[in-house]
């Protein structure tokens, strides 16, 4: 299937009414959109696949055209890139070194869909009804995409730290660090009542990010220290130069 395929834009409900075409990306993206409202709303046991055709105005055959079954739809709701935290676990790891950039790269993937408004508050609503009612596809989003990305953050902090392999404390501050940019998905009703002018905005977000970077930066060099203060306490120290006694010796 390509861009220039077509189906049809009618209600089965309404007899008579003149049929529109659209081309398929218009159709996928209504069924995407109408799917992410209805199963945010329902979930995915009590929407009809014929609901969501009449939602997205469209034949109710389009849906396993496009993507198989609901269930091919469910999936594809849950993992649109243009309002989930999707990230490219190979473009954290091309940043190398730098772990500025890493960090830059990761906070504003994860923010970046917020953008998107109204339909980031559905997606959040559709992962919390994952998480009452599973139907697989977040272990998957896991093991798929949040694990590859957790692992690159982890090896880049390995790198600037300097170390051969990650221990529980870096991992500790991967977790931390992606924390600080789920909290605006996870308490964004929090926010929106308490300092809404915080997220009203893709500028207030991108602003967001760059004090978000600020702070992550900061719990690096805090992490950075405090390996170098347990090193140099490990160190035995020379008794004669702490005991005052074997100073006439």
Not at 170 to 179: K, N, Q
Request: hydrophobic share 40%.
């Amino acid at each position: 299937m390509n861009s220039s395929d077509h189906t049809t834009l009618a209600s089965p409900d309404t007899p008579g009414r003149m049929p529109v075409r659209m081309d398929g990306q218009q159709a996928r993206v209504r069924l995407l959109d109408a799917g992410l409202t209805l199963f945010a709303d329902k979930g995915f046991a009590n929407t009809s696949t014929r609901e969501i055709a009449q939602a997205a105005q469209v034949n109710v055959a389009a849906i396993s055209y496009y993507f198989g079954d609901k269930e091919g739809l469910y999936r594809a709701v849950y993992t649109d890139p243009r309002h989930n935290l999707t990230l490219d676990a190979a473009a954290l790891a091309q940043t190398g070194s730098d772990i500025q950039a890493t960090l830059r790269l990761l906070l504003s993937g994860l923010t970046d869909p917020l953008k998107q408004g109204l339909m980031v508050q559905q997606c959040m609503k559709l992962h919390f009804r994952e998480l009452l009612h599973p139907t697989g596809v977040w272990q998957e989003e896991i093991e798929q995409n949040i694990k590859p990305s957790h692992l690159a953050l982890v090896q880049a902090l390995c790198q600037h730290l300097k170390l051969a392999q990650a221990d529980d404390d870096v991992h500790r501050l991967a977790f931390s660090i992606s924390g600080l940019a789920a909290m605006l998905h996870i308490g964004h009703d929090v926010i929106t009542t308490i300092r809404p002018q915080l997220i009203a905005a893709p500028t207030a977000i991108d602003l967001y990010v760059k004090r978000m970077l600020t702070y992550a930066m900061a719990m690096v060099e805090a992490e950075a220290q405090r390996r170098t203060s347990a090193t140099t306490a490990s160190v035995p120290q020379d008794p004669t130069r702490s005991d005052p006694t074997s100073a006439g010796l």
